[in-house]
């Protein structure tokens, strides 16, 4: 069961002015669900994107890279993604069937096949059923709403157990600005991008040029901030589209009053739903945040924070509410700081404070830690002893089930 998680209220999703979003069934892998959705875009509009780390990459992914390169995001004009099948590790033929889905997209909305960008998540290595999204596309065409924000999130779904979105309004310039967005996934996630998909869109009437840094910076601060099992996916996506409609003056900058605001709210959805993904990792029954202070630099402080979060000895630990914290310090020491100082630890687990100078704190009782573990929600915060720097990360831990629906996954 996802971890104080439910779905979200299509009441509270706010419609973002230029973007409308059309789901259907294509029978991708399994009858009776949807599985195919169509996000399109008024022009105007502007996109940008991250993508995984992964070397072995989907084609989808490579695709998409193309698309968007140079000035392409100002020329996105519709997204269309398929669950069921990933897409990846399927050689020149994935490509080639990818690229009849963005042609027969665009053919059907008066565009040109570069002005189409694709998603795909599912099972790797398996043929894409090009034929039934291509049969598919007309009735999610037909299906497109400006409020199908809720929908679309259940759409996207894979392993995730519930759907996954936020939305917020911001006041700038004196107009009302939206910025509402959808996430999908539950295993496979880790740093460098996870097995996830995340789109947000916002009306703001932000400048095309500035995009690209937004979703970057949001990107590390949300969905490049939470590991479940240490895999890094070949199919990693997230896209920012700005359909830049509101009534306001345009925003250049972000570093001014207006930008600043917009920001905030993008990292504000961003970190939702990516905290949502851990959420409902798969067979989670703990959410963790990790907190790593007192680091020279937010780069070390990382390391330790997914050090400590990717570790199964830790995760089977919180599974079991089993204080056995020395799982902890052991990979605070091989998270890769060369000059660390032992001496200098702390620990804390919420308000417990179990380590101080690197030992067990005399005053430290085991019952202590054991009730803090036993809670769904915790907060690992370790202190490093070497500067000012901080950073965080969000994971949960390992049980029983996780084994069983990766064991099941093709089934």
Not at 20 to 42: S, Y
Not at 55 to 75: K, S, T, Y
Not at 334 to 352: K, R
Not at 370 to 376: A, F, G
Request: glycine residues 10%; neutral net charge.
């Amino acid at each position: 069961m996802p971890v104080n998680l439910t779905a979200p209220n299509p009441a509270d999703l706010h419609p973002v002015a230029g973007v409308k979003l059309g789901i259907t069934m294509a029978g991708v892998r399994k009858a009776n669900r949807r599985d195919l959705t169509v996000i399109a875009l008024e022009p105007g509009a502007a996109v940008a994107g991250v993508f995984t780390q992964n070397r072995f990459c989907a084609a989808p992914v490579q695709i998409c890279r193309a698309h968007l390169a140079g000035d392409g995001g100002n020329a996105i004009r519709a997204l269309v993604i398929n669950t069921g099948n990933a897409n990846a590790g399927t050689g020149e033929d994935g490509l080639a069937r990818a690229k009849k889905v963005c042609a027969a997209l665009a053919s059907q909305m008066g565009l040109k096949p570069e002005q189409v960008l694709p998603f795909s998540t599912g099972v790797i290595m398996e043929t894409l059923p090009d034929d039934r999204i291509v049969a598919g596309l007309p009735a999610a065409i037909a299906n497109l709403k400006a409020d199908n924000w809720a929908e679309a999130a259940a759409g996207i779904m894979t392993t995730d157990t519930l759907p996954k979105a936020a939305s917020r309004q911001v006041q700038l310039g004196g107009a009302t600005v939206t910025v509402t967005g959808i996430s999908k996934g539950a295993g496979m996630i880790k740093p460098n991008m996870a097995t996830m998909l995340g789109y947000v869109a916002t009306d703001a009437r932000l400048a095309p040029g500035l995009l690209p840094a937004l979703v970057k910076e949001a990107a590390d601060l949300s969905f490049n901030r939470i590991t479940i099992d240490g895999d890094t996916s070949t199919n990693d996506s997230f896209i920012f589209i700005a359909s830049r409609q509101a009534a306001h003056a345009e925003i250049t900058s972000l570093d001014s009053a207006e930008g600043r605001a917009l920001r905030e709210a993008v990292i504000a959805v961003s970190q939702q739903l990516a905290q949502a993904i851990v959420r409902d990792g798969e067979g989670a029954t703990k959410f963790i945040s990790v907190v790593v202070e007192g680091g020279k630099d937010e780069e070390e402080c990382r390391k330790v924070a997914y050090a400590i979060g990717h570790s199964p000895l830790v995760k089977t630990a919180f599974f079991a509410s089993d204080p056995n914290l020395g799982r902890i310090l052991a990979a605070v020491g091989y998270a890769g700081i060369a000059d660390l100082d032992q001496g200098l630890i702390e620990l804390h687990l919420d308000d417990v404070h179990v380590v101080t100078r690197g030992g067990r704190r005399p005053e430290y009782r085991e019952e202590d830690g054991q009730r803090v573990m036993k809670k769904s929600e915790i907060t690992v915060r370790v202190g490093l002893g070497r500067g000012n720097a901080s950073s965080t990360v969000w994971t949960c831990d390992f049980s029983h089930d996780y084994v069983t629906i990766n064991a099941d996954y093709r089934s």
